[in-house]
């Protein structure tokens, strides 16, 4: 072997080994943007499941906030019907305490009729007999004038 086929070799093996280290370097450099783009895939889905996690989050946020502000508004509801609950208490204790004034300012004034009536029987000289009915109304039983009428005949008649 002479000196000139042995440089052609070596010069073979140097091309040879240039050609596979560029190979390599290509494959490389597309093994690593295979590699970047699928990392970049990885890293939008990560954030696709962030922004669908946040916005259960907000969505269960939300419906926290709603039910506290049912429960806000229950409790405000029960506060007011409590309130007129009270008022109506009030307004019932108030009439019924009116009711009662009126009540016996009525019996006051029916014994103060039934006194005005015995009075009036007693200065009457034609009543024969002084007792008087104490129901309410103008009818006197047992009052009759010494000729046998009833004094308040001519008045019920009048009324008819």
Do not use: C, N, Y
């Not at 954030?47 to 229950?74: G, P, Y």
Request: proline share 2%; no cysteine; net charge negative.
């Amino acid at each position: 072997m002479d000196t000139s086929t042995l440089i052609w070799i070596i010069v073979g093996i140097i091309v040879v080994a240039i050609i596979v280290v560029v190979v390599l370097m290509v494959t490389a450099r597309g093994r690593r943007e295979k590699r970047a783009e699928a990392q970049h895939e990885q890293a939008e889905r990560m954030r696709a499941e962030a922004r669908e996690s946040e916005m259960a989050a907000r969505e269960q946020e939300a419906q926290v906030a709603q039910a506290r502000a049912d429960a806000a508004s229950a409790a405000a509801a029960a506060e007011q019907a409590k309130a007129r609950a009270a008022q109506a208490t009030i307004d019932a204790d108030r009439r019924a305490a009116a009711i009662d004034e009126h009540q016996t300012d009525a019996e006051k004034h029916r014994a103060e009729q039934a006194e005005t009536l015995r009075k009036a029987d007693d200065v009457d000289p034609f009543v024969t007999d002084g007792t008087t009915d104490a129901a309410p109304g103008p009818r006197r039983t047992g009052a009759t004038r010494a000729d046998g009428t009833d004094p308040d005949a001519a008045s019920r008649t009048d009324r008819v």
